[in-house]
């Protein structure tokens, strides 16, 4: 069996994986496929409305009754600056004249963070773990979600961060190493935040705390799964490698790319959102690299039109193609079959038997 079953025990599931939300790419039927293989599947809410959460939730408990998580972001509410926003506009209005776009767009706030109304539809639909990134909300809401009996996880890119958290309310970590596909999750202010590798990250955070440490970036296959167990990591949380699983929503041109990835294949940038995050490179995070972002999420709203661009190679250019640095090990195939497989190979290295 696991060499560490704190975690599982805690949220009652039988593999300690769990699929990473991916808010705009979790779908119910990638959830359940997760769940009812054993493992814990996730669906991002970030940015989604409520009604289509409800509907989600709705559709994932008709096809499992295994624990779930739902996930939301806890930013802080971007600073409006007339001039940065005047610069960024400038900066930007090469890229739309080029493509014969119109005007940039003024910026808007279109990721509200965990609200009241958020706070409401977890408490009415009671997921087993509810998790976020960037933080963790108000103290009044986390004192809720417990009374409500929804477990807290949240991810942490430093020990500062991992320690704040476990003092605040998490139930687990997620220790987000630098090497993650998708946004970092820091959430203090030291400049080094979120450019720690999950193997100095893990027992770092493992020997911190003491609650159950998940690990998560870089991780996509079963050498790395029993990798993170040898580091004192109780489960881990894969992204990219659940992302190419047939029952995501993703584009046709980021499956694509995804089947061409290398492993120096993607950057860190705050170029899309204005939050460092990983993605595969291209022209506007290589051009952008320069420039100085809007706050999150305000950002990413300048841009959508660079993102709906009429033709795929010209959108490639633009578009956040969102991976990891383990791309290259992703193995295509419906996320059950991947959990079975993750399973037996980490099981082969560490010695046990299913
Ligand atoms: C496409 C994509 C979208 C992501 N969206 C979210 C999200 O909505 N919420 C979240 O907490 N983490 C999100 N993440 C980060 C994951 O939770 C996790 O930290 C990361 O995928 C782990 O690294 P890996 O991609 O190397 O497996 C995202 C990651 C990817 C690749």
Not at 79 to 90: G, I, L, Q, S
Request: glycine share 10%.
């Amino acid at each position: 069996m696991w060499p560490r079953t704190d975690f599982l025990e805690l949220i009652g599931a039988t593999h300690p994986i769990i699929q990473a939300p991916m808010s705009g790419f979790t779908t119910p039927a990638l959830a359940a496929a997760v769940c009812n293989a054993g493992a814990v599947g996730s669906i991002g809410c970030a940015g989604v409305p409520s009604a289509t959460v409800r509907e989600q939730v709705i559709a994932l408990r008709q096809a499992t009754n295994r624990p779930y998580i739902l996930n939301f972001f806890v930013h802080s509410h971007p600073h409006f600056d007339p001039e940065a926003t005047a610069r960024m506009r400038a900066r930007l209005a090469t890229y739309f004249d080029e493509f014969g776009l119109g005007a940039v767009p003024e910026p808007k706030g279109l990721l509200p963070s965990f609200d009241e109304e958020q706070l409401d539809l977890v408490l009415e639909l009671r997921p087993r773990i509810v998790s976020f990134h960037f933080g963790l909300p108000e103290p009044s809401a986390v004192r809720r979600l417990k009374q409500g009996d929804c477990l807290i996880l949240s991810s942490a890119t430093t020990v500062a961060e991992a320690r704040w958290l476990a003092a605040n309310g998490a139930d687990a970590i997620i220790a987000q190493g630098f090497e993650a596909g998708g946004h970092r999750g820091s959430f203090n202010d030291s400049p080094g935040a979120g450019m720690v590798g999950t193997m100095a990250l893990v027992p770092q955070i493992v020997d911190a705390v003491r609650i159950p440490v998940i690990a998560a970036g870089g991780i996509a296959d079963g050498r790395g799964l029993a990798a993170a167990f040898a580091l004192g990591a109780s489960a881990a949380q894969l992204g990219t490698a659940f992302l190419a699983c047939p029952e995501t929503n993703v584009t046709p041109l980021h499956r694509a790319r995804l089947r061409g990835a290398t492993d120096d294949g993607t950057e860190l940038t705050p170029a899309f959102t204005g939050r460092p995050a990983r993605a595969m490179r291209n022209r506007f995070a290589a051009e952008m690299a320069d420039s100085d972002p809007l706050e999150f999420p305000l950002q990413a709203s300048l841009l959508r039109p660079l993102w709906e661009l009429p033709s795929e190679a010209s959108r490639a250019d633009f578009v956040p193609l969102w991976a990891g640095q383990a791309a290259p090990l992703i193995r295509e195939m419906p996320a059950g079959e991947l959990v079975e497989k993750l399973v037996r190979d980490a099981q082969s290295i560490l010695g046990g038997s299913i």
